[in-house]
């Protein structure tokens, strides 16, 4: 069975105690980056499928994972999205933006 993703650290323990042999390596940093995107596309497709909070928990993994390996903490990633969140505000009124035009 082949599989040729990027999966969590524990992972190949559990495939062990399933009684398979798993074939793995080590990614270098770029190839990280590049699977860690993939991995975010598969997990919001899953969710958008499911719509489960398992697959959200999923989604802030992988985005938590993109941060530290691009060089951020998770504290770093929280103060932009509360600094946007104050400027621009959140989603929470369900705002659908129709369009815009210039004031006559």
Excluded: C, H, W
């Excluded at 919001?44 to 941060?67: C, F, M, N, P």
């Excluded at 691009?70 to 009124?93: A, C, H, I, P």
């Amino acid at each position: 069975m082949k599989f040729k993703k990027l999966v969590r650290d524990k992972i190949p323990d559990m495939i062990i105690k399933e009684g398979y042999v798993p074939k793995t390596r080590v990614l270098s940093d770029k190839e990280y980056l590049r699977e860690l995107d993939k991995k975010l596309s598969e997990e919001v497709r899953e969710y958008r499928q499911s719509k489960e909070l398992e697959e959200l928990a999923d989604i802030l993994e992988v985005i938590y994972a993109i941060s530290k390996a691009r060089g951020y903490t998770v504290d770093d990633l929280m103060k932009v999205k509360n600094e946007k969140q104050e400027k621009r505000g959140g989603f929470s009124e369900k705002i659908f933006l129709i369009s815009k035009s210039k004031k006559k």
